[in-house]
C-alpha cells in the first residue's frame, strides 16, 4: 500500500464521519449499535512501516489501528527509530527513513500507550511448511520460496525484509507441497534425499531441465520416502504457536491478548479449537475463507475481514494504480457500492486486456 493512498484513505474517513474502533471496542458496539459508519483497521505481520508511516499518519487524523505481530519476527533492537513524527518536528529529513524490517518491542510498547495502535496475535512463526511428498519444484533463488530460509535459520526472520537470505537455502533443494503452518500436518523429507538433490543440481550442467531432475527425485522418494508429524508432534506445534505468541505478547505489553489472525488463512479444526483454549476471544477470516464462518464456534467470534492493497493483481504481475483516490474506491467497493464494484471491475478488465497484448 502506497503512502499517499493510505493518507488519502484516513482523510475520507474523517471527512465522511467513520469511526475507527480496536477490536474489543467492535464487538462490544455490535451488542446494541447498528451504524455502518465504524471501521477496524489492521495491519499483519509487524512491518517497520507501520512505526515509520501508519503510526504516524493514524495519529495525526485521530484515527486507530490493530497491529496482528509474530513475535518470532521482532526486530531486537531497542531504540525507537525515526517516523515521520520525526520529519515534521524537523527533526530529520524524509529521505532518512529506513521503512524496510520489522518493529521492536519499544516501537509496539510505544504505539500502544498512546492508545493509537492495539496488537495483537499472529502467531509465533508465519512459517509455511511442506506438508505431502509431492515435489512440486527445485530451489534455485525463487522469491517465492523466501520463507524457507525462515526455517533453516529463523533467527534472521527480522531481517529477511532488509537482507538477501538466498544463501541460507541450499540450490537444488527439492520444493514439495506447501501450506501454512497452522492448517497442516507437516512433512519432513528425508535428509538423504535432500542432500542428493542438491548434489545432483550441483553436478548438472543443464540446471533448467527441472522436470527431469524431479522425476529422478521421484524415484529416489521410493528409498528416502521421508516422514510426517505424528498427532502429538502436531498438536504441540500448534499449542507453542497459539499459546506462546500470546504469553509472549501479554507479558512483553503488559495486557491482555484476545484476538488472533492467521497468518494466510491459515487454520484447520485443531487449531481453532486449541485457539479457543488459548484464551482468544475471536479470530480472523477473509472473504474467501467462508466456511469458517458458518462453524458453531459458541462464543467464540470470527471476524471477517477485507483486504485493502495499492495493486490489482493479475497472472501476470501486480499492477500498482496511480490513482491517488484508489483505496477510497476499494473501500466503497468492499462497503457494497455498485459504481465502485464496476469501477474496479472495468479497471481491472482493461489491464488483463493490456497485460495479454503485452506479454
Known amino acids: 500500500m502506497s503512502l499517499d493512498h493510505f ?6 474517513l474523517v471527512k465522511n464521519n467513520f469511526e475507527t474502533l480496536f477490536l474489543d471496542e467492535w464487538l462490544e458496539s455490535k451488542k446494541t449499535s447498528t451504524s455502518k459508519k465504524q471501521v477496524v483497521i489492521t495491519f499483519d505481520d509487524g512491518y517497520l512501516d507501520n512505526w515509520v508511516y501508519a503510526y504516524p499518519i493514524l495519529k495525526k487524523y485521530d484515527l486507530k489501528g490493530t497491529i496482528f505481530v509474530n513475535p518470532e519476527f521482532i526486530d531486537p533492537s531497542e531504540e525507537n527509530r525515526y517516523n515521520l513524527d520525526d520529519v515534521w518536528n524537523k527533526k530529520i529529513d524524509r529521505s532518512q527513513l529506513a521503512p524496510l524490517g520489522f518493529l521492536n518491542w519499544s516501537e509496539l510498547q510505544r504505539m500502544e500507550s498512546t492508545g ?15 506438508h505431502s511428498d509431492q515435489i512440486k519444484d527445485i530451489y534455485n533463488g525463487q522469491k ?5 530460509a525462515w526455517n533453516n535459520k529463523p533467527e534472521r526472520k527480522p ?16 520444493i514439495f507441497d506447501f501450506g501454512r503452518a497452522l492448517g497442516l500436518r507437516r512433512y519432513f523429507p528425508d535428509k538423504e534425499l535432500v542432500n542428493y538433490a542438491i548434489d545432483m543440481y550441483s553436478c548438472n550442467a543443464d540446471n533448467k531441465n527441472k522436470t527431469a531432475q524431479i522425476n529422478k527425485l521421484n524415484e529416489k522418494l521410493k528409498i528416502y520416502p521421508g516422514t510426517y508429524e505424528s498427532d502429538e508432534e502436531m498438536e504441540k506445534r500448534y499449542r507453542y504457536e497459539l499459546f506462546e505468541s500470546k504469553r509472549i505478547l ?52 470470527s471476524i471477517r475481514r477485507f483486504a485493502m492493497t495499492s495493486f490489482i493483481s493479475t497472472p501476470i504481475k501486480n499492477h500498482y494504480i496511480e490513482n491517488p483516490n484508489f483505496l477510497v474506491n476499494l473501500f466503497k467497493y468492499h462497503l457494497g457500492k455498485n459504481f465502485n464494484k464496476n469501477l474496479y471491475r472495468i479497471q481491472k478488465l482493461k489491464i488483463l486486456i493490456l497485460d495479454r497484448i503485452f506479454k
Not at 493518507?7 to 475520507?12: A, H, L, Q, S, V
Request: net charge negative; aromatic share 18%; glycine share 6%.
Open 144 to 148: 517465492q520460496y523466501d520463507w524457507m
Open 7 to 12: 493518507e488519502n484513505f484516513c482523510k475520507y
Open 159 to 174: 531481517y529477511y525484509t532488509a537482507e538477501s537470505q538466498q544463501q541460507y537455502v541450499p540450490n537444488g533443494s527439492p
Open 116 to 130: 493509537v495502535m492495539d496488537v495483537q496475535s499472529h502467531s509465533m512463526s508465519h512459517n509455511f511448511y511442506f
Open 250 to 301: 501479554e507479558e512483553k505489553l503488559n495486557k491482555k491478548i484476545s484476538y488472533l489472525c492467521w497468518p494466510g488463512g491459515g487454520y484447520n479444526q485443531l487449531s481453532v479449537d486449541l485457539s479457543i483454549e488459548a484464551g482468544y476471544k475471536a479470530s480472523t477470516f477473509s472473504a474467501k475463507n467462508n466456511d469458517f464462518v458458518k462453524r458453531n464456534l459458541g462464543d467464540y467470534k
